[in-house]
């Protein structure tokens, strides 16, 4: 069994929770429960975690988007975190999740193969890569690979536009916009659309004008 680090936990029903201790117990980390993310906070060390697994709808003042924003600010925004929930599941929720600087998101309940999946990947994106200089980040090589245009289709997804718009924005055919968002994905690791969004706003790959009015299109619907 290897000890890798800490998987924080943080859900109030406890049989999604001992899903998730499962999980992370099977990988090898050390897993971390807590019923409540104001119990989390109150405990929360300088040790940082590999990654938590926080649920939406937490009781008491810190819900689950609160305790990913303490996270992030506690371990300079790179923690990644799965947010999990029972109700908050359409494809809003889980875009504004994932916006907000969740790496994957979840509805209940929950599959304890598709956890594990879910965990294993957010790791290895995250994880420490080698580059030619035996140093480097897997995230920084992602972000240098994209190329000015795959920069620039990056950008007009984060504006809220749809394939056909950047086709006719780009003047070329929504089959080479569809085969350069491919590309996309595959080089930063992901595999949605809204995913690589959230990306890009978390690396500051697109202005910061772009970023808020991505955020824009999620409060006005």
């Known amino acids: 069994m290897k000890d890798c680090g800490t998987i924080l936990i943080v859900d109030s029903d406890d049989a999604s929770r001992l899903t998730a201790v499962q999980a992370a117990v099977r990988l090898g980390y050390d897993a971390r429960p807590t019923p409540t993310g104001d119990e989390l906070i109150e405990r929360l060390g300088p040790d940082r975690p590999i990654l938590a697994i926080v649920e939406v709808e937490l009781p008491g003042a810190a ?12 371990f300079d925004g790179d923690l990644p975190v799965i947010l999990v929930s029972a109700s908050q599941t359409d494809a809003f929720d889980r875009m504004a999740g994932l916006m907000l600087g969740a790496d994957d998101y979840l509805s209940k309940p929950l599959d304890a193969g598709e956890l ?14 080698a580059n030619g200089n035996g140093h480097g980040h897997a995230q920084d090589e992602n972000t240098a690979g994209l190329s000015p245009r795959e920069r620039e289709i990056l950008g007009l997804l984060a504006e809220g536009r749809t394939q056909g718009q950047i086709a006719g924005e780009l003047v070329i055919s929504s089959k080479t916009v569809a085969t350069h968002i491919q590309h996309i994905l595959a080089k930063l690791g992901v595999h949605t659309r809204a995913q690589a969004v959230a990306f890009a706003f978390r690396r500051g790959l697109v202005e910061p004008d772009v970023r808020a009015h991505g955020l824009a299109l999620l409060v006005d619907g």
Not at 63 to 74: A, I, P
Not at 116 to 129: E, N
Request: aromatic residues 0%; charged residues 35%; without cysteine.
């Open 116 to 129: 594990l999946a879910r965990v294993k990947r957010s790791l290895r994106r995250t994880a420490p890569k």
């Open 63 to 74: 819900n689950g988007l609160e305790v990913m924003r303490q996270l992030h600010e506690s």
